[in-house]
């Protein structure tokens, strides 16, 4: 047989040869197919404010602008297993119930009053705050007073990959006042947990990190503390039953370096999304610095070099990342140049 007609006849029995793609499939680091790659929020603004004037949140269902990685073109990720989008949701508009097994954050960069239901616990939602959408909860988003704009953090390649979707829309959707507003935070936000059976799916009770609390713990810490010579002050955001990540899926950190700190270089396995809360940082990444202004969202791929250097004042940044299924899974790497 020819080399040609094996090659032929391996194709037509659905089979290929391994020794072809074994170096591609087995690598000694990762190789992400996500690029470092940074979105101006002053060049997303005007493109979520004219997405406001092409369509409704009802029509869209939600108006979203995806943030796709040039690196996996039509791929609708960040990076190669995390999706980032912005959304706009204008006074008086409802994004409509629904439910799905995709977990989703949502970090505030505009808002001044709306606000977010999970399971018909509403709660207002103003800058910088955390909101989760933890998988198969209910959840609508209602727009009040001004334009509200939130960056999304969801694992959808995750659920793809593992061709788990799950979806439903409206039906049975509890309405948004259907339960004392901040409930959730005051069964499980304040140390505290009820020890008999409440009736709610509770396996991540708690869905409202709000800014004024994570800010002021942030800041107390990094005043008592001396940062990581390569990560700076980074906290996790946690779900209080378990300590361990918020989402079953995500994880979501706030990080603080002091006015002028410059990281080592730092790698790890998790692939992440960066945002600027405060002060102004210039994040490096495999060798290219993207300075950063607050609201700016950054894609940092697996395994990429990261250094951060603080402005003058200090940085304090949001990240989400795929951290907790690497430990799930016994991938979890980092390494420290
Ligand atoms: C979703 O449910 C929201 O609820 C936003 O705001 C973006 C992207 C894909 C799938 C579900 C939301 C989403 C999403």
Same mark, same amino acid.
């Given at each position: 047989?020819?080399?040609?007609?094996?090659? *032929?006849?391996?194709?037509?029995?659905?089979?290929?040869?391994?020794?072809?793609?074994?170096?591609?499939?087995?690598?000694?680091? +990762?190789?992400?197919?996500?690029?470092?790659?940074?979105?101006?929020?002053?060049?997303?603004?005007?493109?979520?404010?004219?997405?406001?004037?092409?369509?409704?949140?009802?029509?869209?269902?939600?108006?979203?602008?995806?943030?796709?990685?040039?690196?996996?073109?039509?791929?609708?990720?960040?990076?190669?297993?995390?999706?980032?989008?912005?959304?706009?949701?204008?006074?008086?508009?409802?994004?409509?119930?629904?439910?799905?097994?995709?977990?989703?954050?949502?970090?505030?960069?505009?808002?001044?009053?709306?606000?977010?239901?999970?399971?018909?616990?509403?709660?207002?939602?103003?800058?910088?705050?955390?909101?989760?959408?933890? *998988?198969?909860?209910?959840?609508?988003?209602?727009?009040?007073?001004?334009?509200?704009?939130?960056?999304?953090?969801?694992?959808?390649?995750?659920?793809?990959?593992?061709?788990?979707?799950?979806?439903?829309?409206?039906?049975?959707?509890?309405?948004?006042?259907?339960?004392?507003?901040?409930?959730?935070?005051?069964?499980?936000?304040?140390?505290?947990? +009820?020890?008999?059976?409440?009736?709610?799916?509770?396996?991540?009770?708690?869905?409202?990190?709000?800014?004024?609390?994570?800010?002021?713990?942030?800041?107390?810490?990094?005043?008592?503390?001396?940062?990581?010579?390569?990560?700076?002050?980074?906290?996790?955001?946690?779900?209080?039953?378990?300590?361990?990540?918020?989402?079953?899926?995500?994880?979501?950190?706030?990080?603080?370096?002091?006015?002028?700190?410059?990281?080592?270089?730092?790698?790890?396995?998790?692939?992440?999304?960066?945002?600027?809360?405060?002060?102004?940082?210039?994040?490096?990444?495999?060798?290219?610095?993207?300075?950063?202004?607050?609201?700016?969202?950054?894609?940092? +791929?697996?395994?990429?070099?990261?250094?951060?250097?603080?402005?003058?004042?200090?940085?304090?940044?949001?990240?989400?990342?795929?951290?907790?299924?690497?430990?799930?899974?016994?991938?979890?790497?980092?390494?420290?140049?």
């Amino acid at each position: 047989m020819t080399t040609e007609d094996f090659n *032929n006849s391996l194709a037509a029995a659905d089979v290929s040869p391994l020794w072809n793609v074994m170096a591609n499939l087995v690598t000694e680091t +990762p190789r992400p197919a996500a690029r470092p790659h940074l979105w101006r929020y002053a060049d997303m603004r005007p493109l979520l404010v004219a997405a406001g004037e092409a369509i409704t949140a009802e029509q869209a269902e939600r108006r979203v602008l995806i943030l796709e990685n040039p690196g996996i073109p039509g791929g609708h990720r960040t990076t190669d297993s995390l999706y980032a989008g912005l959304q706009l949701v204008l006074p008086g508009e409802v994004a409509p119930a629904h439910r799905h097994t995709q977990s989703a954050m949502r970090f505030v960069f505009e808002s001044e009053g709306a606000w977010t239901a999970v399971d018909g616990d509403k709660v207002v939602m103003h800058p910088f705050d955390l909101v989760l959408t933890p *998988n198969w909860r209910w959840h609508e988003h209602g727009g009040e007073g001004a334009p509200a704009i939130w960056l999304d953090g969801l694992d959808i390649p995750i659920i793809s990959h593992f061709s788990a979707g799950f979806a439903e829309r409206e039906g049975n959707a509890p309405a948004p006042d259907s339960v004392p507003p901040g409930i959730s935070a005051a069964r499980w936000g304040s140390n505290l947990k +009820p020890i008999h059976p409440v009736g709610v799916k509770s396996d991540h009770p708690l869905f409202h990190y709000p800014f004024a609390q994570w800010r002021q713990a942030l800041t107390a810490h990094a005043g008592a503390s001396d940062p990581d010579t390569h990560c700076g002050h980074v906290m996790e955001f946690v779900n209080p039953v378990t300590g361990g990540a918020v989402m079953s899926t995500l994880s979501a950190f706030a990080h603080h370096l002091p006015a002028g700190m410059k990281t080592r270089p730092y790698r790890q396995s998790a692939g992440a999304v960066f945002t600027l809360v405060e002060g102004s940082a210039t994040l490096t990444i495999d060798g290219t610095a993207y300075a950063l202004e607050p609201r700016d969202v950054i894609a940092v +791929p697996s395994w990429a070099a990261l250094e951060i250097h603080a402005g003058s004042e200090p940085a304090v940044l949001f990240s989400y990342s795929d951290r907790t299924c690497h430990e799930k899974l016994g991938l979890w790497r980092e390494q420290r140049d």
